[in-house]
């Protein structure tokens, strides 16, 4: 049962399709999006501004404003259920307990005018449905374990510091045992020696609780140092997905390829960065075929006709190339990507 | 596109530039972000029912003359006719002296405009200029210029004006300038609170890294900057003004009969409420809808304006 | 050294707060020479950014002086002042904030031109400005556009290109691609690199990242709470980092190679306020070496490699 329970993805996102309509122009947030990700384990989801990360992030937790959001197609299955499928009532009780998300900003998403304390035994007077008391004796373990004296549950959020903040907004988020966590680049806005002691923090918490954990950030680096698989979005799809060890050692998409070239190696020294030509195109008027042939270095005639479809290069690791299709052909046999998973699986 | 470059700063990805020539032509027309302001305007439908009427009023300021004569019809007494109701001859009836009360409300509308806007841009010229002074220089200033802003604040501002005309004497040019005066400091509070959010701000700071004088500092960065929300509080200002004029006109203060004037009309069949409600009635329903439609333009203007808007 | 072109001896600014004196900056001394790029890196709060303003005047220092090109700029007139700007530029940050959202690329580029009278006609002014543009990579059909209607990146480079209108010999880069996406950074990152060669411009390049720095520097200073506790040429620094807090500050980035599991400095809490510092090191109450004599005593900077000067107390005992 528990052999089961553990090979069984936790949360498997298929063919998900966001959009936003505003004054009749499309914007196409996400496109066909796949990711799958299993209890205990740690997905970084990687892209530049633009490139659909928390759209994707806000349609899990069914969060897309509508309008202008809308969902076009696509299914997300937690735990064995679609969660565009519940009802809202049932949505709300899953969310802040069993999903629940950490955002960027550790200043705005605090009430001013709640101390700490308060905030996070609401979450659990909510969800739990225990006394007042023994939820605000909860919220006093929570603050502990992320590193904040209990002492500290009285004070508004203007006493702590940023990464202080971020501190408690990861009480909140854990203090229902979720079995998945968004984070929403939960360490940009904090300075380096912060982000390392928070990230430390999150890595140690979620080996604990063996929590899932959606890991949204830009900064490769964060990525490596924390999650066990990788997906690389762009223009709202995933360009390349699979072991974090395949992906950063055996980088196969040109886009990969790109980002890991324009950030300067501490390791290394170099005359020159290597960017990315040109820029993100415009999410109302996605370029045809391959959506990243403008900016890409090895682009075909073929890259600017037609979409290229994932290809399974080697066990989980996939990449959405036609330089790769043509390699992989005999090993993929042009199966559908969902059914490839599924025979991973 | 042409791959022989001199300067490749950033490894061929620039968007090379073609003959100058060509780009000359290809370049896009300076679009002036006011015609962005109206097409968001244009979506709003109170906005523009706002603005239709004012567009009627403006018209019917303007021809005034053409629609009805003002020494034979508009001023002229006609006690045989008095207090008429509404008909195809009177459309909307006749005072107590028997004139046309359609023709005296068309030709109240140059009080009521010319008031309204002038006294608005006298108090957005004083204040505005106060305020910026204010809060660009900050400091010992700052705090004297908006002390007694405060002071005049704590005078209610019709108790102001009245006390202005009653000093001066009653004529149109006592009437705007004390209704300016009142509302100097409510001008001069929204531009510094403006001017202090953008004194801050980066490219302020840029401006001065590049040797830029307070004057252009002012002129060229700040104001262009603070003009949304000036904008808004003087279309909601004039309403205010308009609305000022009829008050003091109503208590004996503003325009001298037999000129036509809104408040003034209304207070004169004030008397008459009783068997001629139309005498107190036209003139009111137009100093409402009229101050409805500023207001409604404003309120679209500030939508409008609002650059949390833009994309 | 006739080759010095910006000399900063003891500079200090405070700011006067309600709860008592900031100092911001306390006690800057460094020298760059012409061509060569400074890098300032630190934490959010440690000063980094007012000594950048602090040497351009954009705030006035409290003490101390700033030598370019052999003169104390403290002293200059107003009218000195507007001239020096020609020389001393600054790109900012925010590509967004630092450009005005009610003027044109073109009004942009072409106002310093305009404030130093060095353009005669309105036709000499838009071919400086087409030129300009074409040499910071912006295509010229973008003359009209306004800021909001162009990315970051774009934004940046009509930043750059304003700081270069009057052909300066020395620019501050507060933070340049801080707010750019890695792809897009690594684009402006190389035009800065390419402008330097070019014109040879003079940086000092104010950041936080640090991989961003060692890339881009060829010395580095480390600041904390308004002070230099390290300063050394880029590979000596990152080779042989000797404070404890640049040990920390470098151990704490992550790594993108896998195997590079980060093996963290310690470091106590959070860095503390800068008003009314108790004397001695501002380190010392974050950091685990820390002794007595850490806080008894003012430490200055000392040389321990050559160029690498260091601010502690347990180094310079060896």
Known sequence: MTEQMNTQDLLSIEDLSIVYEVDGETTYAVNNLNISLKRGETLGLIGETGAGKTTTALGIMGLVPNPPGRIVNGKVIFDGEDLLQLPKEKMRSVRGNRISMIFQDPMTSLNPVMTVGEQIAEVIQIHEGVSKQSSFQKAKEMLEMVGIPAARSGDYPHQFSGGMKQRVVIAISLACNPDLLIADEPTTALDVTIQAQVLDLMKDLKTRYNTAMLLITHDLGVVAQVCDKVAIMYAGEVVESGDIRDVYENTKHPYTKGLFGSIPDLDLTVGRLKPIKGMMPDPTDPPSGCKFHPRCPDATAMCSLSEPEPVLTESGHTARCFMLQAMAEPLAAQKPLTELNRVQG | MSQEMTLDPIQGQLEKEPAPEIVAKAAPKKRSQWLEVWSRLKRDKMAMLGLVIITIVVLAAIFADFIADYETVVIAQNLSDRLQGPSAQYWLGTDEFGRDIFARIIHGTRVSLMVGVLSVAIAIVLGGGLGAVAGYYGGKLDNVIMRVMDIFLAVPSILLAIAIVSALGANLMNLMFAIAISSVPTYARVVRASVLTIRDQEFIEAARAIGASDFRIIFRHIIPNCLSPVIVQGALGVAGAILSTAGLSFIGLGIQPPEPEWGAMLAGGRQYLRHAWHVTTFPGLTIMITILALNLLGDGLRDALDPRLKH | ?318
């Not at chain 3, 002293?75 to 904030?97: N, T, V």
């Not at chain 3, 290109?161 to 052909?167: G, K, T």
């Not at chain 3, 707010?179 to 190389?190: E, G, K, M, P, Y």
């Open chain 3, 1 to 318: 050294m006739s080759d010095t072109i910006l000399e900063v001896r003891n500079l200090k600014k405070y700011f006067d707060t309600p709860k008592g004196l900031l100092h911001a900056v306390d006690g800057m001394n460094f020298v760059i020479e012409k061509g060569k790029t400074l890098g300032i890196v630190g934490e959010s709060g440690c000063g980094k950014s007012t000594t950048g303003r602090v040497i351009l005047r954009l705030l006035d220092a409290t003490d101390g002086e700033i030598l370019f090109e052999g003169k104390n700029i403290r002293e200059f007139s107003k009218e000195q002042m507007i001239r020096l700007r020609e020389d001393m530029q600054i790109i900012f940050q925010d590509p967004f904030a630092s450009l005005n959202p009610r003027m044109t690329a073109s009004e942009i580029i072409g106002e310093p031109l305009i404030i130093h009278n060095k353009v005669k006609s309105k036709q000499e002014l838009s071919e400086r400005v087409a030129e300009l543009m074409a040499l910071v990579g912006l295509s010229p059909r973008l003359v009209n556009t306004y800021p909001h209607e162009l990315d970051g990146g774009r934004r940046q480079r009509i930043g750059i290109a304003r700081a270069l209108a009057l052909n300066p010999k020395f620019i501050i880069c507060d933070e340049p691609v801080s707010a750019l996406d890695v792809s897009i950074q690594a684009q402006i990152l190389n035009l800065m690199q390419d402008l330097q060669e070019q014109l040879g411009l003079t940086y000092i390049f104010i950041t936080h990242d640090l991989s961003v720095v060692k890339h881009f520097s060829d010395e580095i200073a480390v600041m904390y709470l308004g002070q230099l506790i390290e300063k050394a040429p880029a590979k000596e620094l990152f080779k042989n980092p000797s404070h404890p807090y640049t040990k920390a500050l470098l151990s704490a980035i992550p790594s993108i190679h896998l195997d590079h599991k980060m093996e963290r400095e310690a470091l106590k809490g959070e860095i503390t306020s800068p008003v009314n510092p108790a004397p001695g090191c501002r380190f010392a109450p974050r950091c685990q070496y820390a002794v007595a004599e850490c806080t008894a005593r003012e430490i200055d900077l000392k040389e321990i490699n050559e160029g690498h000067f260091v601010a502690c107390a347990m180094v310079e005992k060896g």
